[in-house]
């Protein structure tokens, strides 16, 4: 292992598979499970179809009155313009659904390219490599997120590829240590004396194994991707569109928390089950293959 | 980079925008936006305002509408709440002041410095400013000037001059004396200073701005002749600081955050953004009998319906806001009363006539009729503050009562807006007009301000924001770079302090406080005509041309008038009937601005 | 182990440098920064000003120009070094910020030191605070979820982790605001420094808005930890000689069980850092994330880079300094 990967944070992505995959197989996923999935699915198809479905448009003013609790004909209440909080947070998961699904997923390939090149080539190319992962998480995440979304705009394409910025280093390590790990098996070092080239060996051989682990970061990453744009929206820093950060925050006023704390609560509330689903999959996943890492 | 240490151009640019307020400016050009926090004030444009809140007229003959105080937001200017009851201290019943105790207010936003003639104060430097120096002339609650720390003030011939003589045997807090070369110091650093000098320059001729007439009387000669020039010395210019710290300020900026006046408050700590400590002077030239406090603190709480609810806690003595939520948390709290204002500012929407498609008047027609005054009024100012129809409230003289605002007439939009999309296609998408919403932010409140303004525009416009940090929204509208904002000025009690927003001199220029870019030469003859006479009615009748003129070009839509609120807990007394040198009673509430040298504490 | 110290040392100096420079160019290559300085004057071709600067046209109006405007940029540029190149000017910034010299606000002129000495504390006692909420919890938590290992308390002791990890913190400081602020009063609403006692009061509902989740990490961690060390032979002997398990467990087994807390003790203060730029803005906290933000919204690059290098920097310190003591913990790392 290179110096830089003796780290104290590298360390947590030390990673052990079962050498016989076929045992975890037969570990249940469980009902945790299913029922996490069948939230997340839930969600994805309210979004998905919200524009066919009989819900108030969320920009509507006085859907009904200003600052009334859930009722029959609002479910979530309404805000202080009246407008209907339900379709508010269901607009709003689409942001940040989107978000969170486009930074894992330029986590996952920008990330783990670098991860899985740093890990099979090894030597300079890994040093340079897990330098650029070091340099990027010396940034607290958030801090990164502003320093971009600050120099750039706040378009949802920056604010979703800023957020896959900060999956880079995390998912890359996942990658680089898996890597490093399979490459020494057997089926590998086989490929490599049949006289395969290195991209065929990345890309048939060590990519289906390394993207078990990863499939299980992946789901705790849009987690974590979800909660920063929620938090970059929260500033007021995030995509100028409704998103659960902009609701929460356009409810946290002081007079609004007294009045109509359901603006506020009700999408921390779905926010909430959503990060629980993503996290809890993801923890199922991981253990479902033993996967051991911890951070991200 | 060490020798980066004067405000920049960029500041200064901005800084000169609200310092050319300082002269003639009676409410400052805020955005109704807010500088950091949620709430929907500071002052930007506030800067330099002078004093005066909206009733009545500048001398003596000018009727007073100052209303006794009665609960009824429909009236302009009222007090709400228990501690209305109780006589104030000009009454002769007047309760027993009691002497010490800190009074801890809360203030929107932090200024810059505390240095009138280099830094720009807005509202929050007012308050502070106020108990650290004194002005040369101010406000009583007829609306009429009065002189403060000046003695008098007395027109030469047409009054292109005018001698202020100051009050004798007066030092700063540093024992330097006050007397005209004290005046003159001020004078000099203001118009040395890049930013404020652009502030008194235009109205002054090149040399010869001032002459000593003795050891305590200065003359000013001005370009114009002006009946009401004392008016002008109310506010930021007219506030004296020690001439031994300004000059030391200039060598040094840091000097700018302690400040040095003859008030009857003297600076003991500040830390910028967190709050300024200020004790009581015991060698207070009108006698430190009279201040009863030991101390004020001024807290920086942007979110001033957050302080509202720390009033309502006690864990803060006063707040000043104009933010709806604030005003009602105030209102509904126990033993908090408020001092509610309506007659100095008013909300409103500005187009830019000089800009496409806003130069086209069916654009500017169709706008206003699709501005939803009514949601903005219901779901905005939440019932604290009234529609407005022009830049006067109704209660006051200057009023036409016939020039009545537009808005809500959704169906008579859509024909202009085709009629204009025929012509200009390039200017519309899908039978919109294209239009670019600018506002500053973030901020809870501007954002569902626009969110209202939106929703009834969106059927004929395509509306694109463009949220701005509060500074260069305002610079962006000062050189012209904007389609539509939201604003909030006006409401004066002299209509000459109207002008600067509305002739023509710098219309054409790169830079204007005429943000509409709308000249008219017979209109500046009426205004010009209104600044040399002190004949009441005419006055009134060309002020209700004007705002019929106004109406006409379609360049503002008025929404509200503004609710300048000071809400405090009721064991704080004599917020309003604080009295001047000669017993003279100040106005109250002033755009919010606090004089507290009468105030006490009596938590009985 | 002096070599070991002198690789960290190395590659703690090439970070700094690497991080420090990412934050310069980022706020200095993309966008104009002399609009930051002069603003719309900075639209002014350079060809005018030349022009003018050979006498060819007045800087009047009449050429569009206000008097003194190209003065001005000019003064502007050499003030802040714009003629030279971005890697010339990331080493005068540095080199000024080496010194001590942060520059000033290009938007109020304050000192940008100034900001960072008045601001910086009180977020540094925020994360300790919150440090010291989330291992006062975590500890006796973990000790009892780990002491009766996947019984009730236990599998409670999941779901209620799980929960606190899936709370943004942003939510969470909402929530508390609301229960301990609003409708209860327990808290202030208002941060106050007068006196350790009324700031300890202020930033208590931050510190456990970002502990909270930080202890469901610990607890985690150490209950794994725990439950691996109950099982070596020295537990076994210490029961054996009858000492009582709450001595057992908070004398013997914690100290070490707490690696792997102390491994993630580092990366969790940048998640604190970051956290701490949302909860100061709920708890309008004076602290280095609310004037970050402010900066930000500003746009005020001098205070923007400052403010994130002061970070950066003290994050990947703190990073060292765990890793030192890992490596003086455990050999292994050292010898690698």
Request: hydrophobic content about 45%.
């Amino acid at each position: 292992m290179s110096e830089i990967e003796t780290t104290g944070e590298s360390r947590l992505e030390a990673i052990s598979m079962d050498d016989d995959v076929v045992d975890a197989v037969k570990k249940k996923l469980g009902v945790g499970f299913w029922i996490a999935v069948g939230w997340l699915g839930l969600l994805v198809a309210t979004v998905v179809l919200a524009p066919l479905l009989p819900f108030d448009d969320p920009d509507k003013l006085a859907s009904g009155p200003a600052r009334t609790g859930p009722s029959m004909d609002n479910w979530f209440g309404t805000d202080a313009l009246g407008r209907d909080v339900f379709a508010r947070t269901v607009y709003g998961a689409r942001v940040s659904l989107v978000v969170g699904f486009i930074a894992i997923a330029f986590g996952m390939v920008v990330g783990g390219s670098l991860g899985m090149i740093a890990g099979y080539f090894r030597g300079r190319v890994d040093q340079v490599i897990s330098f650029l992962f070091f340099t990027l998480l010396s940034f607290p995440g958030l801090i990164l997120a502003l320093l971009i979304t600050s120099t750039f705009d706040r378009t949802l394409r920056t604010v979703s590829l800023t957020l896959g910025v900060l999956a880079v280093a995390p998912v890359g390590r996942l990658a680089r240590a898996a890597t490093l790990v399979f490459a020494e098996r057997e089926f590998v070092q086989a490929a490599r004396v049949i006289g395969a080239k290195h991209f065929r060996i990345l890309t048939r051989e060590l990519l289906p194994v390394v993207l078990i682990p990863m499939a299980a970061l992946a789901l705790l990453g849009m987690g974590v991707a979800i909660v920063a744009e929620g938090g970059l929206a929260f500033l007021q820093l995030s995509v100028e569109d409704i998103s659960w950060g902009v609701i929460i925050n356009d409810g946290r006023g002081i007079r609004d928390l007294q009045e109509n704390p359901h603006v506020a609560l009700m999408p921390i509330g779905v926010m909430f089950l959503t990060i629980l689903a993503l996290n809890f999959a993801g923890d199922r996943v991981r253990e479902y293959f033993d996967v051991r890492e911890t951070a991200f | 980079m060490k020798s980066r240490t004067r405000p920049t151009m960029f500041a200064q640019l901005i800084a000169l925008l609200l310092a050319l307020s300082l002269v003639a400016v009676a409410c400052g050009g805020d955005d109704d936006g807010d500088a950091t926090g949620d709430d929907g004030e500071v002052a930007v444009g506030d800067d330099g305002a002078d004093g005066d809140d909206g009733d009545g007229g500048d001398d003596g003959d000018a009727p007073s509408t100052t209303a006794a105080p009665v609960e009824d937001v429909t009236e302009g200017n009222v007090c709400i709440g228990d501690a209305c009851d109780e006589p104030s201290g000009d009454d002769d019943a007047a309760p027993e002041p009691v002497a010490g105790g800190t009074l801890r207010v809360a203030v929107e936003a932090e200024t810059d410095g505390l240095n009138p003639a280099a830094n720009n104060f807005a509202v929050s430097a007012y308050t502070m400013g106020f108990a650290i120096f004194d002005p040369l002339f101010y406000i009583d609650e007829d609306g009429n000037w009065f002189p403060f720390l000046a003695e008098s003030a007395t027109p030469v011939g047409d009054g292109s001059s005018w001698q202020v003589k100051v009050r004798e045997g007066i030092t700063f807090h540093d024992g330097t004396p006050l007397n005209a070369d004290a005046l003159i110091a001020n004078f000099e650093t203001a118009i040395t200073d890049p930013i404020i000098s652009l502030a008194i320059v235009p109205s002054y001729p090149a040399e010869n701005r001032y002459e000593k007439i003795d050891e305590y009387t200065l003359q000013y000669n001005l370009i114009r002749p002006s009946a009401h020039f004392p008016i002008n010395l109310t506010a930021q210019l007219g506030m004296v600081a020690s001439p031994t710290w300004l000059a030391a300020a200039a060598e040094d900026d840091s000097l700018n955050q302690s400040p040095v006046g003859t008030g009857p408050f003297i600076l003991e700590s500040r830390t910028q953004d967190v709050s300024t400590r200020v004790v009581k002077n015991p060698d207070y030239w009108r006698g430190a009998d009279d201040v009863h406090l030991d101390a004020i603190e001024f807290f920086i709480t942007t979110d001033t319906a957050l302080a509202a609810e720390q009033v309502a806690a006690g864990e803060l003595d006063v707040v000043v806001t104009s933010n709806a939520d604030a005003t009602l948390t105030l209102r509904d709290a126990d033993d908090v009363s408020t001092f509610e204002n309506l007659y100095s500012g008013e909300d409103f929407i500005m187009l830019n006539t000089r800009a496409v498609p806003m130069d086209d008047i069916r654009v500017r027609q169709a706008l206003t009729f699709a501005t939803d005054r009514q949601a903005y009024h219901d779901l905005i100012g939440q019932g604290t503050k009234p529609l407005a129809d022009s830049m006067y409230h109704p209660d006051l003289v200057w009023n036409n009562p016939d020039v009545v605002q537009e808005g809500n007439m959704f169906d008579q939009a859509g024909p202009l807006v085709d009629s204009y999309c025929a012509e200009f296609p390039e200017n519309c998408t899908n039978g919109k007009v294209n239009i670019e919403l600018q506002f500053s932010g973030p901020s809870t409140l501007q954002t569902r301000i626009m969110d209202v303004l939106s929703a009834g525009w969106e059927p004929y416009f395509q509306v694109e924001r463009q949220q701005l940090p509060q500074d260069q929204h305002i610079l962006q509208t000062a050189i012209g770079q904007f389609q539509v904002v939201t604003w909030r000025q006006f409401g004066a009690v002299d209509p000459d302090n109207e002008v600067v927003w509305l002739e023509c001199a710098t219309a054409t220029g790169g830079i204007t406080l005429n943000w509409v870019r709308l000249c008219n030469e017979d209109r500046d003859a009426l205004l010009f005509e209104q600044r040399a006479t002190t004949d009441l009615d005419r006055r009134v009748e060309i002020m209700q041309k004007i705002q019929a003129e106004i109406q006409a070009t379609y360049s503002y839509v008025f929404l509200t008038h503004a609710n300048w609120t000071v809400g405090f807990r009721n064991a704080v007394k004599n917020i309003c009937g604080q009295t001047g040198p000669d017993g003279v009673v100040l106005v109250c509430n002033n755009q919010g601005r606090g004089f507290y040298h009468n105030v006490w504490i009596d938590e009985g | 182990m002096k070599q070991f110290i002198l690789r960290r040392v190395a590659q703690l100096v090439l970070v700094v440098f690497s991080v420090t420079f990412l934050t310069f160019a980022s706020l200095n290559l993309v966008g104009d920064p002399l609009f930051n300085i002069v603003g719309v004057l900075s639209g002014i071709p350079d060809e005018q000003c030349e022009a003018v600067a050979r006498g060819e046209i007045e800087d009047t109006q009449s050429s569009g120009l206000n008097v003194g405007d190209c003065a001005l940029i000019a003064q502007a540029k050499e003030q802040n070094n714009l003629d030279k190149n971005v890697a010339e000017r990331y080493g005068i910034w540095l080199s000024d910020m080496a010194s001590g010299d942060f520059g000033t606000s290009f938007v109020n002129g304050d000192e940008i030191s100034d900001i960072v000495k008045e601001r910086l504390p009180v977020t540094i006692r925020l994360i300790v605070l919150a440090q010291i909420v989330a291992l006062g919890i975590a500890i006796p938590w973990g000790v009892a979820s780990a002491y009766r290992a996947n019984r009730g308390f236990d599998k409670a002791s999941t779901v209620g982790s799980f929960g606190l990890l899936s709370i943004p913190n942003f939510a969470l400081g909402v929530i508390l605001l609301y229960f301990f602020t609003l409708r209860w009063q327990i808290f202030p609403s208002r941060y106050e420094n007068a006196g350790w006692w009324s700031e300890l009061k202020a930033l208590t509902l931050p510190a456990f808005t970002l502990g909270l989740g930080l202890a469901a990490t610990y607890q985690r961690l150490l209950r794994t930890d725990l439950i691996t060390t109950l099982q070596d032979d020295f537990i076994h002997m210490a029961r054996a000689k009858g000492m009582s398990d709450r001595h057992i467990m908070y004398r013997h087994a914690l100290r070490p069980s707490m690696f792997s807390v102390i491994t993630v003790f580092g990366v969790n203060t940048g998640a604190l850092i970051g956290g701490a730029l949302v909860v100061e803005q709920i708890f309008s906290i004076p602290g280095v994330g609310t004037e970050l933000v402010e900066a930000v919204l500003r746009n005020d690059p001098p205070v923007v880079i400052s403010l994130i290098s002061v970070v950066a920097i003290g994050f990947v310190l703190i990073n060292f300094f765990v890793d030192l003591m890992y490596g003086y913990l455990d050999p292994r790392v050292r010898t690698s």
